[in-house]
């Protein structure tokens, strides 16, 4: 605006024409850095700073493989930017990956408790040795080290470190219950179908099963089913590398879904749901003519003592007889095969201890003593193997052979209080001491309690009580395994004593034959007090079969 134009303005509205001068354009503030902004700067600080230090250890001389090696695994416990980005547990989007292992001289949350690469070696290792012999059909290479395997195989690495953790209660409660939720997650929401996932699944069922309820345990055994559909194996013996490798894995992890589902639903009376054999008959044949591995002879035993199960009626003796026979030297006196053998002869014989099988086959009073003598001898044998002698850093059993020990002393607890002309009690119990069974039994499980409650072998911290930063850790599932199994042997040794006296209330303990059916969900006392026993009441929750009414 022009001055006269300025005078002309003022003198219009009467006012004083004074001339101002123009303030000082205002300084503009700096833009205000955003907290992702702030987090980022910060990021490419510490990572440049990574980077010089990578720099400055190029220009040394190399160090040893085996040095290099240690090293890596140090700084991969020590570094991580956990405090910048922290990880939530249960969201990650890929179902194979881990959490990264937090240092070893802090206390670590449940949720980032999956073992460091040092302790994952010694876990490894004390698999290979120890637990590995039970279970053959998931075999770990001998030349793959754990880093290799969580690498190439996360949930057979999952799998293997929840295993070698059975020593420490609630931290293995807390890693399989994270396995099983990204098992289900992965199979179902991401439909991932491969041989790690079965593996891992195995392995989960085969070990972890007591911390399971029963609808679980059936609802995994089918889905591992399912995934086995898909399975791709041939009797073509020209194959090489890895198609050769991988054809035998096929078979034998369809080897031992069938070997679960035979151990799960043969000890409850569902033969209806059993696995076709024609598909395990090439499995066993092409692994028995191969022998890749040793263990693969273990493990046509052990499915073949499965077999005969299904064939009671072909002269179920004479094969039972035949297959003891034909186990060789070296399998002559493994415990596992002969409890297996003891089993099925069990489930033989256990035909005479119902009143109402017995009538409607007319059996004679006497061929049934007979087979309610022979029925003892053969719990008597599988309880002596059974407590022959503890080894608790070594164990003698598969974890998922406890549905065999339970449904032995459904049937043994039912034969000593059978009252039955010629069925001498005291005798019996003289035999044959279910008492006294149930109280080892518990006496073992109150040992493993206390060992799982010290925390593992490798010397990692077990968190003592609840903190915020440190959950109070999961009830361990052996503690309500012992409570029931002392009632069951108290409930027992009551009625022994009131059958002895002559005054045994038969309706107090009802075992019908239809004990191994209850899925009504009800408490255990209810089901003994009315239907009798059900395996999945003592080792898992109610409900295994989830048999529609």
């Given at each position: 605006?022009?001055?006269?134009?300025?005078?002309?303005?003022?003198?219009?509205?009467d006012?004083?024409?004074?001339?101002?001068?123009?303030?000082?354009s205002?300084?503009?503030r700096?833009?205000?850095?955003?907290?992702?902004?702030?987090?980022e700067?910060?990021?490419?600080?510490?990572s440049s700073?990574?980077?010089?230090?990578?720099?400055e250890?190029?220009?040394?001389?190399?160090?040893?493989?085996?040095?290099?090696?240690?090293?890596?695994?140090?700084?991969?416990?020590?570094?991580?930017?956990?405090h910048l980005?922290?990880?939530?547990?249960?969201?990650?989007?890929?179902?194979?990956?881990?959490?990264?292992?937090?240092?070893?001289?802090?206390?670590?949350?449940?949720?980032?408790?999956?073992?460091?690469?040092h302790?994952?070696?010694?876990?490894?290792?004390?698999y290979?040795?120890i637990?590995?012999?039970?279970?053959?059909?998931?075999?770990?290479?001998?030349?793959?080290t754990?880093?290799?395997?969580?690498?190439?195989?996360?949930?057979?690495w999952?799998?293997?470190?929840?295993?070698?953790?059975?020593?420490?209660g609630?931290?293995?409660?807390?890693?399989?219950?994270?396995?099983?939720?990204?098992?289900g997650r992965?199979?179902?929401v991401?439909?991932?179908?491969?041989?790690?996932?079965?593996?891992s699944?195995?392995m989960?069922?085969?070990?972890?099963?007591?911390?399971?309820k029963?609808?679980?345990?059936?609802?995994?055994?089918?889905?591992?089913?399912?995934?086995?559909v898909?399975?791709?194996?041939?009797?073509?013996?020209?194959?090489?590398g890895?198609?050769?490798d991988?054809n035998?894995?096929?078979?034998?992890?369809?080897?031992?879904?069938?070997?679960?589902?035979?151990?799960?639903f043969?000890?409850?009376?569902?033969?209806?749901?059993?696995?076709?054999?024609?598909h395990?008959?090439?499995?066993?044949r092409?692994?028995?003519?191969?022998?890749?591995?040793?263990?693969?002879?273990?493990?046509?035993?052990?499915?073949?003592?499965?077999?005969?199960?299904?064939?009671?009626?072909q002269?179920?003796?004479?094969?039972?007889?035949?297959?003891?026979?034909?186990?060789?030297?070296?399998?002559?006196?493994?415990?596992?095969?002969?409890?297996?053998?003891?089993?099925?002869?069990?489930?033989?014989?256990?035909?005479?201890?119902?009143d109402?099988?017995?009538?409607?086959?007319?059996?004679?009073?006497?061929?049934?003593?007979?087979l309610?003598?022979?029925?003892?001898?053969?719990?008597?044998a599988?309880?002596d193997?059974?407590?022959?002698?503890?080894?608790?850093?070594?164990p003698?059993?598969?974890?998922m052979?406890?549905?065999?020990?339970?449904?032995?002393?459904i049937?043994?607890?039912?034969?000593?209080?059978?009252?039955?002309?010629?069925?001498?009690?005291?005798?019996?119990?003289a035999?044959?001491?279910?008492?006294?069974?149930?109280?080892?039994q518990?006496?073992?499980?109150?040992?493993?309690?206390g060992?799982?409650?010290?925390?593992?072998?490798?010397g990692?911290?077990?968190?003592?009580?609840?903190?915020?930063a440190?959950?109070?850790?999961?009830?361990?599932?052996f503690?309500?395994?012992?409570?029931?199994?002392?009632?069951?042997?108290?409930?027992?040794?009551?009625?022994?004593?009131?059958?002895?006296?002559?005054?045994?209330?038969?309706?107090?303990?009802?075992f019908?034959?239809?004990?191994?059916?209850?899925?009504?969900?009800t408490?255990?006392?209810q089901?003994?007090?009315?239907?009798?026993?059900?395996v999945?009441?003592?080792?898992?929750?109610?409900?295994?079969?989830?048999?529609?009414?």
């Amino acid at each position: 605006m022009s001055l006269r134009m300025h005078k002309r303005i003022c003198h219009r509205l009467d006012k004083p024409c004074v001339n101002q001068i123009p303030a000082p354009s205002r300084p503009r503030r700096s833009p205000k850095l955003s907290k992702i902004a702030a987090l980022e700067k910060r990021l490419e600080e510490l990572s440049s700073h990574v980077r010089r230090e990578s720099s400055e250890e190029d220009s040394s001389p190399p160090p040893s493989t085996g040095e290099k090696r240690s090293e890596l695994a140090t700084k991969s416990d020590k570094w991580g930017f956990d405090h910048l980005f922290p990880l939530k547990s249960g969201t990650e989007s890929n179902p194979g990956q881990h959490p990264p292992p937090s240092a070893p001289d802090k206390t670590r949350p449940w949720d980032s408790w999956w073992p460091t690469p040092h302790e994952a070696e010694l876990l490894l290792n004390g698999y290979r040795t120890i637990h590995s012999c039970l279970f053959p059909f998931v075999c770990v290479p001998g030349h793959m080290t754990a880093l290799e395997l969580r690498e190439h195989r996360p949930f057979l690495w999952k799998a293997v470190m929840m295993v070698g953790l059975f020593l420490d209660g609630a931290r293995q409660v807390k890693l399989g219950q994270e396995l099983l939720a990204e098992i289900g997650r992965a199979a179902v929401v991401d439909g991932l179908n491969s041989l790690d996932l079965l593996q891992s699944l195995q392995m989960l069922v085969a070990w972890f099963h007591y911390a399971l309820k029963g609808s679980q345990v059936t609802n995994l055994l089918f889905l591992a089913r399912a995934i086995c559909v898909n399975l791709r194996f041939t009797e073509d013996t020209s194959l090489q590398g890895e198609e050769y490798d991988r054809n035998l894995d096929h078979m034998r992890v369809y080897a031992g879904t069938y070997y679960l589902n035979t151990l799960v639903f043969t000890a409850n009376k569902r033969p209806d749901v059993l696995m076709n054999t024609s598909h395990l008959d090439i499995c066993c044949r092409v692994l028995e003519s191969t022998m890749q591995y040793p263990s693969d002879e273990y493990l046509i035993k052990l499915t073949a003592s499965k077999l005969p199960l299904t064939m009671v009626v072909q002269s179920f003796e004479e094969q039972l007889q035949l297959y003891k026979d034909n186990l060789g030297p070296r399998f002559a006196d493994n415990d596992n095969l002969k409890t297996h053998v003891n089993v099925a002869e069990v489930l033989l014989y256990e035909i005479a201890v119902s009143d109402q099988h017995s009538l409607t086959s007319y059996l004679p009073l006497t061929d049934r003593l007979q087979l309610l003598w022979a029925c003892v001898r053969s719990l008597k044998a599988f309880f002596d193997i059974r407590f022959d002698h503890r080894e608790m850093e070594r164990p003698r059993f598969l974890c998922m052979s406890a549905s065999e020990l339970v449904y032995t002393i459904i049937v043994g607890i039912k034969v000593v209080t059978l009252q039955l002309p010629g069925w001498n009690l005291a005798r019996i119990h003289a035999e044959l001491d279910m008492v006294e069974v149930m109280s080892q039994q518990a006496q073992d499980l109150d040992i493993i309690v206390g060992r799982r409650k010290h925390g593992n072998m490798l010397g990692t911290p077990t968190p003592g009580g609840a903190s915020a930063a440190t959950p109070a850790p999961p009830p361990d599932p052996f503690e309500r395994l012992v409570r029931q199994l002392k009632s069951v042997r108290d409930l027992v040794k009551a009625e022994r004593q009131r059958l002895l006296a002559g005054s045994g209330n038969a309706d107090l303990v009802d075992f019908s034959q239809d004990f191994l059916m209850d899925d009504s969900g009800t408490d255990f006392w209810q089901a003994a007090a009315t239907r009798g026993y059900n395996v999945w009441n003592i080792i898992g929750d109610p409900g295994v079969l989830n048999e529609s009414t």
